[in-house]
Each structure stands twice: as C-alpha cells, then as structure tokens.
C-alpha cells in the first residue's frame, strides 16, 4: 500500500489485510488482532488450532497522509500478498478510489488468482442497491460482488444508519472457521464456551471480593448491630406511648413522644417508618405510622401520584399526600365522608376519590381545587382510572349500579340494576373493556362504549378485586379467601392462592406485569411471581385488615396500608432478598417441561396433530395449538402424505433419528416401494417432490436416482455427486433438482433424465439443508460458512445472502415469502425470502434448534431441539404482511405452560 512497508515475518501468513486506512484501519486492526489471539481464546475449550497469522500494512496510516515517494508496491509487500493463503478486501466508499487496495489486489491476482480472495463490508449501509460505492471495478470483473461477504460494518455503526449488521464477534468467528478449514460450527462452540467460562471466573472472583466484604462489613458491624437493636427498641416504646397519649386525647404528650422516637428509628431497612399525628403532621424520617381515633386514621385507600409520592384516604375523609423520600406529611383535603377508593390520572395530574356518602370529588393536585364529578345516593366501593383516554370506572353499593365516565366525566357506559355491590374494577390492556364484580356470583365484562355485557365467569364468594395485566394474558381476582388467576391464552382460571379463612382484599400487578401483590383481612401482604405461580413475599404487614396496597410507576416500591393507621413502603429494588429485581419482556416459554430427551425433529401435520421425534427412537402426537399430548389414535389416516408434505416447507441438516424422506414415500406408495427396494443403496440425502409423486436421492457412491410413483420407474443420472448433503426439488419452468455438497457446490438436474444443467458454488463450506420457495423462485440454503444464502435456482447465483452463525434447520412458510433459520445458539431468525431482511430475531431454545416447521396456514412457527422443549410462535402479523419489527413478534409470542408430555404408546394404553 505504499513506499515501505514493515517487515512481515519471515513465515506463510494465513491472510493478508488491504485496507484503505482513513477509514478501515480500526477494523483491519480489531481482525488482525482477533484472529492472532484465536487459538490461544478457544484452547481451554477443547479446541486445537494452530495460531492464525494476519498481515496487515502496520505502516499504512503514517503513509496515507504522506504518500511522497514511489507509487508502487515494495519488496516487502509483494512478499506479503506472495506469502499469503488468502487475501481480505475491506470495502468500504473510499476502497474504489485507492491506489494502494488496487495495487495489492492486483497483484495479487496476478499471483494467486481470484479463488482465495474475500471480501468484507465496513461502510455501515446497506450495500444492495449501492454496490458500486463499495465494490470496485476490479472487483467486479472477477465477479467476486456475487460471493458471500463477511459483514464487518458493526466496527463503524452508528445509531442513526438503520440497519442491523451481524454481531461482529460471530463474523470474526466464522472468518477464523473459514481460514482454520474448521465449520462454523466448532469454533462458535469453542468461542461461546470460552466466554462463558470467562464469566465464570469473572464471578467467581466477584463472589470472593462480596464474601471478603461481608466477613469485614460483619466484623466491623457486630456492635453497631447491638447498638441499633437497642435503639429500635427504646424507639417502639416511645411509639406505643405516643399512641397511648394520643388515645388520651394528650396531643402534646403524643407529639413529645412521637418526636423521641425519631432519634432512635433511623434505620435503613426495607420497612421506612414515619411517626407523626394526623392533625399536626410531624416530619420525621423515613415510616408512616398514622394514629388511630374512631374513623380517623383508619387508613382505606392508596394510589402513587408520582415515583416517590403517594396520596392515601382514611375512614374519616382525611385526605393526605406522603413523600418517601423527603418524610414530608401534608393535607390535601379533607371530605365530607370517608374515603373508600383513590385513582389518579397521571397526564392531567388529578386524583378521583370515591366517598362513602356517594360522591365521586376530583382534586386538581397542582392548584388543590376540588371538583364533584359524580354524586349518588349509595357508597362508592371502587375506582379504577385508565390512564391513556382518563376514563374513570365507578363502583356503587347496594345495586346502585356501576359507570364508565370519559376524562370531561360524561358517562360513556352505565349499569344501574341488578349489580348488587361493585367493588372490583379493571380495564383491560387498551382500554376498550370494563371488568368488574362484588356481592354478585359473577365476574362480568363489558365494553366502555355500550351496556352489552358478558359473563366471564361464576363464582361462590365476594369479589373484593380484580387486576389485569397490560402485557400478558393474565388477569387476577381475589374472590373471598381465594386469588384466582385466568388465563385468556388458554381460557383457563388456577387458583393462585388460598387462605382457609383470611380474604383477600386488594390487589395490583407490577408496571411489567411480572409480580402481583395481595393484601388480605388479617394484615398480610403476599407477593407472586405470575408465571412461576409461586410467593415470593409473604409477611405480616399489619395488626389487622388491609384494604388497599398500590405499586409506583417503576415498580421498585411497593405501599400497603391498613386500619391500624400504617402504611408499609415495601422497598423493592433496594432488597433483594424480598423481590429481586427483574424487567419483564414477553418471550417463548416452555410448552412442555423437560422430557430427559432431546427434540431431533418436529413435522406439522395439519392444523390439528404435529408428530414428534426424539433422540430415543421413539414418536409423539401432539394437537396443535395448544400442544396437549394425544393419542396415536388421533393421528390423520393420511398421516405419510402429510409427513411428505412437510419435507417440502421444512428441513435440518442431517441427523439420527429424524424423520426419514425415502420411508415416507414408500408408506405412501407402496406399489413403488418395491422397485426402491431393488436399489440397495444407502442414500446420504433424498427428497419427496410437492405433489408426492417423485422422491430423489443420491447414494453414498455419489449416484442419483428419481423415483416415478405414476410410473414405477426408476433414473438414474449419468453424473456422480459425491459428498451430497442436501437435495431439493425445484418447481419452476423447468422442473428440476437441486443437490448441494460438502464443498458448497450447486448442481442442477433435469427430472426427466437426471441430465446436468449447470453448476455454481453457493458456500465456501459444506450446504447442510435447502428448500425451495415457489413463491419467491428461489432456493434458501443454510451452510457450515455460517451464511443463509436465497439463490436463484436458473443461475445458481446467491442473490442475496446474510451470516448465521451455526444455522442448523430451516423451515419456509407457507407463503412462500418468509424463511425461519434456527441456529446452534438458540435463536430463530426471521428473514424476507426476497430482500433476505431479517424481520425478526427470537430467543427460542437453550441450545440449538434442531426442528421447525410452520403450520399450513403459516400462523404458528412450532420449535424444538436441545432443551427437549416445544415452543409455539404466533407470527401470523409478520408473515401476513412479509415484514415486521422484532418487538411485533415477541409481544404476541404464545407463552403456555402444558402437563407433561407422553409417550404415544401410553396415551394409547390410557384410553
């Protein structure tokens, strides 16, 4: 690249690196640098591979900004490129109009030819319709643009480029596969393995820093521990003197005595507490603990107004507002009745209280402007606002009725008979539906914009609440001393919980939907994690019954309050031994649990049945969607034809136990079957045409032969295929075959005479499945290159192609215009067969994807592989439309959890 080069050493180099350096020499760098510490990164994984040596011009930045002197390559550098197995272009803009990059490729091909050359993108666009700025002239006329190339343009990405290249780490690693002779599949293993052996050392030492630190902290803490103990104590018998006194009507002995207290409940623990009086609020520290006096204090109602501010309601119409942070106490208002329900309104920064003596007021909280809404002649029970239209639900006593008012409080929709008592109020997700109940046996639903209401279900006892998720498909009711959890997706109720004695008041899901908290009428507060149906807190908040709890906009604080004038702040980012923190998002999850035994394959066999293969030879039945076991009994008479079906949307690459192409057919033609017979060969790959009527293999001698059902003939073609590790029927014009090898080459065959057409090579390893897309007329192959290529079948040119590390199966969709590859890692990438644009990426498996295919209809995309899970994808949204956003699928991914999967010869026996 220039006057003089450094020295390479004096040894063969693996590749050598032209870069232009004003804008490659970062990238060019990071390669160099990667592959020359490879062997050492994966040798503690198991994997042996000699050091990868990278030449690069480590003078080329110097010279690029003086290029006085000669134009023309040196002795050093002709040495290099002679001394080099494989030359690396880096294109990017500038790479067309550099000297150097010409010079080096040049001479380069003058020496080595153009077979060991690659290419590597870095300019962060998408090159496919601009290839000229990327690829030069000299380029293109070897054709090395139609080659698979490495996708380096993460080195340089920026936020607003719009696209979305390959984690460059999986590019490094394939390249290292590709110049090693090693598959993809290896070195991604050994890679991922190392690094996760790294993060265990890496925890392994934090562990030891933390347990370090603990020893020290309890040392040094032993006496403050003892000091505090005391000091919580002496603060508890000022508290309880306090309330003595305030009973006694002595507000100046109650307030000495709640100020005292102050200076020993300091204490940082999850349980803040504020001592102060209701009429001359205090502002201590860190709890809320409001006196009782008849109604006054008896605390019944809660509702966050902002992160660290909440308003809470007593039976007595006080009206208060607390800061968490601050401990600042401060009236808001005070009403004509008792305070029942709260419910705030973040955009227009009001809160709605619902009163005893049947007034809805709303309070303006930036002014304090208080303004009735609604008056009726029986109690308000229940409130529930929805935030995004400020729609306001409205609970009454006494079959009074139940109302939905809109943010300027017109009633949108109303029920004022035959209601017994609403207390439980929720919307669901978009705020189209009202669900509510109470004293009636019936938990209804009802659109907000009519009164034609729908009974979701029956049930025996008070209906106290109702929650409904916003991101997942539960909602939850707490009926009497039972929590009841319902299901949309599988329209099932569990029951969460059970007392045996205490009910259950109040409930409130998390912002992420993940957790839902309980108060009951003995004072406990219980925590659930919704999908693992388990507690996770269950403690004794208050001395008596608790009628409300509420969750921040974050959900890292929780407040529950009770009638004996406590509020609990339950701190839950801050205490992990409570709640741990976790963000939700909703993914796949496991359909069945594990079985002991790796899923090898998954065929669909219509919308009803999909069949199961596992690693221990044996098969089960399956109904779809739902994924419940069934029984052999059920499966299709037509079950080969359907199987045979499936061999056309969907493929893996080779492996024991999967469903066999060549036994289908035969089941299916049994007529035929006998002159297949008569082969006696071992077929390495085979494939059953769309209409059944043809199956094609090759034999592990490289023969290929064609199998007319119809007919009762057999071809077999002049040409030999050895190596063959995949074959595809191809219905185009011209009906053929398609046979791909162990060295990346594409052969097209005639059906008629099994006559070669033409050839290309369409990986640089071997091509471990393919299926053809009527629809699109292209054939999508995965490799060991650790490409997904769409290739033109008429040609055998990849039109387009994108990197998938350790891709393994590969299903196309009943349209025809989408592709679903599973890799090693345990995603599924979704791609558009055209553009070859990744629609989507889901985290599926843990471990590789061994099986996929579609439904007929394309709705559903079912997976398997090395967890021994099925896993269900509703991605009808994206296929439908051919393209879509990632968070599109997985907020409409099905999460269902099923019983245990059976053997079908069990299933059999049970009936």
């Known amino acids: 690249m220039s006057d003089k080069a450094s020295e390479p050493e004096k040894s063969n180099f693996d590749v050598f690196i032209s870069f232009v350096a004003q804008t490659d020499y970062k990238t060019a760098r990071l390669i160099k640098n990667f592959l020359g510490t490879f062997h050492k990164r994966v040798d503690a994984s198991g994997l042996k591979i000699p050091e990868i040596k990278a030449f690069m011009d480590t003078d080329n930045l110097r010279r690029s900004v003086n290029l006085s002197g000669s134009q023309d390559l040196d002795d050093s550098l002709r040495s290099a490129l002679s001394n080099s197995k494989n030359l690396l272009v880096l294109c990017s803009h500038a790479t067309p109009s550099s000297h150097w990059v010409r010079s080096e490729f040049q001479w380069y091909i003058s020496q080595r030819g153009s077979k060991t050359v690659l290419l590597g ?128 009507a002595d507000i100046v002995s109650a307030a000495t005595a709640y100020a005292q207290s102050l200076s020993h409940a300091d204490t940082r623990i999850a349980r803040f507490q504020i001592a102060g009086l ?77 009163l005893a003596g049947g007034d809805v007021i709303s309070i303006d909280l930036a002014t304090g402007k208080s303004t009735q809404i ?65 004293s009636s046996p019936y938990i209804w639903a009802c659109p907000v914009s009519n009164d034609q209401c729908s009974m979701i279900t029956r049930v025996e006892q008070y209906v106290y609440s109702i929650s409904a998720s916003a991101t997942t498909r539960y909602s939850l009711a707490t009926v009497g001393d039972q929590v009841l959890l319902f299901d949309h997706a599988l329209q099932k109720m569990d029951t969460l919980s059970k007392s045996g004695g205490a009910h259950f008041y109040a409930s409130s899901f998390d912002p992420s939907s993940q957790f839902v908290a309980i108060a009951s009428s003995r004072g406990f507060i219980e925590v659930f994690d919704v999908q693992a149906k388990r507690a996770i807190l269950n403690t004794r908040g208050h001395q008596g019954e608790s009628y409300a709890l509420a969750f921040n906009s974050t959900g890292d604080k929780l407040v529950s309050v009770g009638l004996d004038g406590t509020v609990m702040v339950w701190n839950l980012e801050r205490d992990a031994a409570v709640i741990p923190s976790q963000k939700f998002t909703p993914t796949a999850q496991m359909l069945t649990p594990p079985q002991r035994n790796q899923i090898i394959d998954m065929r669909v066999l219509d919308d009803k049945l999909a ?34 079906s499936s061999f056309v949307r969907a493929r893996g690459r080779t492996a024991f ?36 009527r043809f199956v094609a293999l090759v034999s592990k001698t490289g023969d290929v032969y064609i199998l007319d059902s119809s007919k009762g003939i057999t071809v077999k073609g002049p040409t030999k295929i050895t190596n063959t590790t995949a074959i595809a029927f191809v219905s185009s014009e011209s009906p053929s075959i398609a046979v791909a090898d162990g060295d990346g080459k594409l052969t097209m065959l005639t059906i008629s ?43 055998t040119h990849v039109r387009k192609s994108v990197t998938d590390a350790g891709a393994q199966s590969l299903a196309v969709a009943p349209n025809g215009k989408v592709a679903a590859v599973g890799s090693l890692t345990g995603t599924i990438e979704i791609f558009d067969i055209t553009s070859m644009e990744s629609l989507a990426r889901l985290s599926a498996n843990q471990g590789g994807v061994n099986a996929m295919d579609f439904d007929p209809r394309g ?7 090395f967890d021994e899970a099925l896993r269900r994808w509703d991605i009808d949204s994206i296929i439908s439309a051919s393209f879509g956003k990632v968070d599109d699928v997985l907020a409409s991914t099905a999460a269902i959890e099923m019983p245990k999967a059976i053997k079908v010869s069990e299933s059999s026996n049970s009936e």
């Not at 729609?391 to 008012?405: C, K, S």
């Open 121 to 248: 993108v870095t300019e962060p666009l998408d090159p496919t319709n601009t290839a000229a700025k990327f690829f030069p002239t000299y380029v293109t006329e070897h054709g090395l643009e139609k080659r698979l190339w490495y996708d380096f343009r993460s080195v340089r990405l920026r936020k607003r480029d719009g696209i979305r290249p390959r984690p460059i780490e999986d590019v490094l690693t394939q390249l290292a596969a590709h110049l090693t002779g090693r598959s993809v599949e290896e070195t991604t293993s050994a890679w991922y393995r190392e690094q996760r052996r790294i993060a265990r050392m890496r925890s392994y030492y934090i562990a030891a820093i933390a347990v370090t630190t603990v020893v020290a902290v309890i040392a040094g803490s032993v006496a403050y521990l003892s000091h505090q103990t005391a000091e919580r104590s002496m603060a508890d018998k000022l508290i309880q003197q306090g309330l003595k006194a305030e009973a006694d």
């Open 278 to 354: 209701l009429k001359t609020p205090v502002s201590p520290i860190k709890l809320f603990q409001l006196p009782v006096t008849g109604a006054e204090g008896e605390l019944s109602a809660v509702a966050f107004v902002a992160k660290q501010s909440f308003a809470i309601g007593d039976k007595a119409g006080n009206l208060i507002l607390l800061d968490i942070e601050s401990g600042v106490v401060t009236r808001l208002a005070t009403m004509a009745s008792g305070i029942n329900a709260l419910a705030f309104f973040p955009i227009s920064n009001r809160l709605a209280a619902g």
């Open 374 to 438: 609604r008056k009726l002649n029986q109690p308000i029970l229940g409130l529930k606002a929805e935030s995004e239209r400020e729609l306001l639900a409205i609970g009454v006593a006494n079959d009074a009725g139940v109302f939905v008012l809109d943010k300027d409080g017109k009633q949108m929709m109303g029920l004022d008979t035959h209601t017994d008592d609403v207390q439980a109020l929720a919307f669901n997700a978009d705020g189209t539906y009202l669900y509510f109940g109470g």
């Open 611 to 644: 069949v199961v293969a596992l690693a221990d030879m044996s098969n089960r039945i399956y109904e779809l969607p739902s994924l419940l076991p069934a029984p052999l009994d059920d499966s299709p008479a037509d079950m080969g034809g359907k199987l045979a």
């Open 657 to 692: 136990g999967q469903f066999d192409p060549i036994a289908v057919w035969k089941s299916e033609h049994e007529a035929a079957a006998s002159a297949l017979d008569k082969l006696s060969v071992e077929a390495t790959a085979s494939a059953i045409s769309r209409d059944g």
């Open 753 to 795: 005479d099994l006559t070669h057409q033409y050839s290309g090579t369409i990986h640089s390893g071997a091509v471990r499945a393919m299926v053809y897309s009527e629809a699109a007329r292209t054939l999508v192959a995965i490799g060991d290159d650790g490409f997904v290529g769409a290739i033109d079948p008429a040609t």
């Open 859 to 865: 709705r559903y995309l079912y997976s398997g592989g």
